[in-house]
Structure formats: C-alpha cells, structure tokens
C-alpha cells in the first residue's frame, strides 16, 4: 500500500507541485491518518493489557482479587492516554468542540428560532 501511496502522490504532485493547497492538504490528511493509527494500536495494546491481567483464578476468586481493578492495569492506558490526547490536539488543534465559527452560528440559530416563536405575534 505505501507504494501506491507514494506513486500516486509521485504523479499529483507534479501537477499540483506549485499549489501550496494541495501540499498543505496532504499535510493534513497524513497527520490525521497517523493519528487514527495511533489510536487503533492505542486501543489494541491496552485491550491486550486488560484482558491479561485477568488471571486464571478471575471466576474462583472473584473481580477483587483477580488484578482488574488495580492500579498497574490501567496505568498505562491513563499515561498513554495523556500522550494521545497531545497528539489529537496537535492534529486538531485546540478548537475541536467550539470552532471559530461555532459562535456565530450559534448565534444565528438562536435568531432564526426567536424570529420563529414571534412570527405570529
């Protein structure tokens, strides 16, 4: 698959070589594409962890003392997770949830549901 990539990038980029737009385009693709990678192996290996710390004696001895609900189970997901977070505010930027248009359209809304209630005033 990288091959492919890297051709097809090969043959658009020769045509799109002096657009700045598609070079910042595909900038952006790339770095959302690794972070969806990163947080695929994210949720593999902390998968892993958990059902690992299950140990053989889960259903005889019960789930408190079985290792899933201590503290060395989850620590990695929590620290990992901290680095994830980083990185998906790298891609995203900080303005995931309230963009800088968010306002305004939140604004507009509220206007067009007011202008609604009072239309038959």
């Known amino acids: 698959m990288g091959r492919f990539r890297r051709r097809m990038y090969e043959e658009y980029s020769q ?7 598609f070079n910042e385009a595909y ?3 790339k770095r959302i594409k690794s972070f969806y990678s990163h947080l695929r192996i994210y949720i593999i290996v902390n ?13 005889s001895k019960g789930i408190l003392d079985s290792g899933l609900l201590d ?3 989850y620590s990695t997901a929590l620290f990992w997770g901290i ?7 790298s891609v995203f930027g ?8 968010w306002e305004q359209r939140k604004i507009e809304e509220y206007m067009k549901k007011e202008a609604a209630s009072n239309k038959w005033e």
């Open 15 to 21: 045509e799109f070589s002096t657009d700045e737009r």
């Open 27 to 29: 900038r952006k693709v």
């Open 47 to 59: 998968a892993i962890i958990i059902v690992a710390s299950v140990n053989d004696d889960f259903f």
């Open 71 to 73: 503290w060395e189970t």
């Open 83 to 89: 680095g994830l977070l980083a990185h998906g505010l």
């Open 94 to 101: 900080r303005d995931v949830f309230f963009s800088a248009d």
